[in-house]
């Protein structure tokens, strides 16, 4: 079984070859619904989604895959039983792949260790990791400056609760990309910090080729850190006066859900330099190839 647990497990050459297996599925519709009849994949999600959920299932079915939902909080772990279990169960019913989202750091992992029968694909867990998020990243990166190697690319924002800014981290450092981080104080990551350099907004957006804002994670604050959308937005946000110190060849991106006039000014969400809704897109090309990757056992 091939699973795909965090962009730190994959090496630029399997990197390269989910990017060259999503532009495939991009440009060959024909091909799409012979590629897998019969196939089926579980997306167990444990905490909400909107993109990745929605994407992976459209993803899941322009391969012709049988796609089944199960709620986490309606699925029989709530009654005691394991992760484990519920995907051998799973195992047992004829599921091939597994797409999870959970809030468990570290849960994917210890499930892969595990000989469930099935493949496991992280849709994103706690603050941990979200490796699909960050493939569908890079790989709109590539698409627009046609290479990774040598970009600077910044990362704003709420870095300690962030699994995007660390599964980014991650994959753009294996392609030899210049990280560069900023935020609140009061959100920073020193661990991150091992791996790029941190710098206060101002600084760093004169330098992005791309800037990554993330969304501040309210959910996930264990104590007051936001005053105000307003204080927030003036002090780390990205705004029109801010875009415009970017190089001017620089673009925008964001993950989404977006904060607007919060992290960024809502009129630059739709802004010609913003890639935020192409990642959206993007993401079911990446999701089609992370698919094909656990069906077939590849990497
Ligand atoms: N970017 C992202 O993971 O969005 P969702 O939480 O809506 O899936």
Redesign the pocket.
């Known amino acids: 079984r091939s699973h795909l647990i965090d962009t730190d497990q994959l090496s630029k050459q399997e990197m390269e070859e989910l990017f060259e297996r999503a532009e495939f599925w991009r440009t060959h519709p024909e091909r799409w619904q012979r590629a897998f009849p019969g196939r089926f994949v579980a997306n167990l999600f444990f ?7 929605i ?1 992976f299932e459209v993803a899941e079915k322009k391969l012709g895959m049988e796609t089944l939902h199960l709620d986490g909080e309606r699925s029989s772990t709530v009654k005691g039983e394991t992760m484990e279990d519920t995907l051998k169960t799973l195992a047992a019913i004829g599921v091939e792949v597994v797409v999870v ?1 959970h809030q468990g750091v570290g849960r994917l992992a210890s499930m892969a260790e595990i000989d469930t029968g099935v493949s496991l694909i992280n ?2 867990e706690g603050h941990g990791g ?1 490796p699909t ?1 960050a493939l569908l990243d890079l790989y709109t990166l590539q698409q627009h400056f046609g290479r990774l190697a040598g970009l600077t690319v910044v990362i704003a924002g709420d870095l300690r609760h962030s699994r ?1 800014a660390r599964s980014n981290l991650w994959a753009l450092r294996t392609f030899g990309a210049r990280v560069i981080l900023s935020g609140p104080e009061s959100m920073r990551d020193l661990s991150m910090e091992e791996n790029a350099i941190y710098l206060p907004f101002d600084e760093a957006i004169k330098q992005a080729d791309a800037v990554m804002m993330l969304r501040v994670q309210l959910e996930r604050h264990e104590e007051n850190l936001f005053t105000s959308a307003d204080a927030y937005r003036t002090a780390y946000g990205l705004t029109r006066e801010r875009m415009e110190q970017m190089p001017t060849h620089g673009i925008i991106m964001h ?3 977006v904060n607007r006039d919060v992290e960024i000014a809502s009129e630059l969400v739709e802004h010609p330099r913003s890639k935020i809704f192409k990642q959206m897109e993007n ?1 079911v090309w990446i999701r089609m190839a992370v698919l094909e990757r656990a069906l077939l056992g590849r990497g």
């Open positions: 905490e909400p989604s909107t993109r990745t959920r994407s989202r849709a994103g979200h998020q995007v993950p989404a859900p993401g």
